[in-house]
Structure formats: structure tokens, C-alpha cells
């Protein structure tokens, strides 16, 4: 099963979901929000990918702090 990055529309907390293609977004863990699919790259299936992949969204700057899109 593939994992997914999810942001929730309402907190603004991202997560990881594994769950078939075709299946509805889990909600928020921490505040039961609805999820909107983020894409960081291509799904991963397990393992070292799902880690390199989880390492270098944690390394990129958020909005307003440093990133190419705000002064």
C-alpha cells in the first residue's frame, strides 16, 4: 500500500497515511480535520524511501520562514 502526506485543512498538522489508491483520506490525528493530499514526490511503498522521503520534507523551510515564496 502506498504512503501519502496529508496537511489538514483545518490545524494545518501534516501526517502519513498508508491506504489503497482509491480509499478516503483518514482524518486529522490531532484535531479530527478534514486532509487535503499534499505532493511532496511520488508515493513510496515502505522502508528507506519512506524515510529519505519523510527526512527531506521535515528540511524544507515552511512558509514565511526563509522559503522562495515570501520576502
Known amino acids: ?15 502519513e497515511a498508508r491506504h489503497a489508491i482509491g480509499a478516503t483520506p483518514p482524518a486529522c490525528d ?6 487535503r493530499r499534499m505532493l511532496l ?12 522521503r519523510d527526512a527531506a520534507a521535515r528540511s524544507l523551510p515552511e512558509c ?4 522562495r515564496c515570501c520576502p
Open 1 to 15: 500500500m502506498p504512503t501519502y502526506d496529508y496537511q489538514c485543512t483545518r490545524c494545518g498538522s501534516r501526517l
Open 30 to 35: 490531532h484535531c479530527g480535520g478534514g486532509l
Open 41 to 52: 514526490q511520488a508515493p513510496a511503498m515502505h522502508g528507506f524511501a519512506a524515510r529519505g
Open 64 to 67: 514565511g520562514k526563509g522559503c
